[in-house]
């Protein structure tokens, strides 16, 4: 997906799980962060759980360089203290708990490939010390491919945009970048429908937006 505009912009993205909407207790619980230096010279950072194997979903920004992962459905027993690491392009990372969610927020110098892996007991964050993030070297999500269901613009209260990218399940794997007076987000290993194939015109809402392009690629969905 591609935005094209200028200034203060609001990106939404949701998703729709095939679940009935009732709210629970955390299954599962985060209960150590740490991390290692390979002898490649990657980052792995491991956050320890217990319980159910958590769903994980990640993205990536390039402005500020960052990359985030989130546990749902998960309690973070860990701490919120920022560990700073100094290797390759990883500057620190914090693990912060809010909503019945875990996150960890890794702060980089630059955008560079990353991987992860979900499995009882642990979720690995893998960052390597090698060149920038491309499409393929995206983080595959397991799983089959996800669905987008729905692209929506809405206009806030004071001028600002809102674009909501609807998927039909939680879990996908996001990178977004600012291009010249674009912002691109990339949904790896999903659908989109001919029906969404398309480009919205939203000058009339008075945004800071002006066109939304979305279409399929090699790697899912931009």
Do not use: C, W
Request: glycine share 10%; proline share 3%; hydrophobic share 40%.
């Amino acid at each position: 997906m591609r935005i094209f505009g200028k200034g203060f912009l609001h990106l939404l993205v949701t998703t729709l799980a095939l679940v009935p909407a009732i709210s629970v207790l955390a299954a599962t619980s985060v209960t150590s962060v740490d991390h290692v230096n390979t002898a490649d010279g990657d980052v792995q950072i491991s956050l320890s759980t217990s319980g159910d194997v958590p769903q994980v979903s990640v993205f990536a920004t390039e402005n500020p360089a960052r990359i985030v992962l989130d546990l749902a459905d998960t309690e973070n027993q860990a701490g919120s203290d920022t560990v700073h690491v100094g290797q390759g392009a990883v500057q620190q990372y914090s693990a912060i708990g809010a909503g019945g969610r875990t996150r960890l927020v890794v702060d980089m110098s630059r955008s560079v490939a990353y991987d992860y892996d979900a499995s009882t007991g642990a979720v690995t964050l893998t960052i390597s010390a090698g060149g920038a993030q491309t499409a393929a070297a995206a983080p595959a999500s397991g799983g089959g491919a996800y669905n987008v269901t729905g692209i929506d613009f809405r206009r806030g209260d004071e001028g600002q945009a809102r674009i909501i990218v609807s998927l039909d399940r939680p879990g996908a794997s996001m990178s977004m970048r600012e291009e010249t007076n674009a912002l691109a987000l990339d949904v790896f290993n999903a659908n989109l429908p001919d029906s969404l194939d398309q480009r919205l015109d939203v000058i009339d809402f008075a945004t800071p937006v002006q066109f939304i392009d979305s279409l399929g690629t090699n790697s899912g969905v931009r």
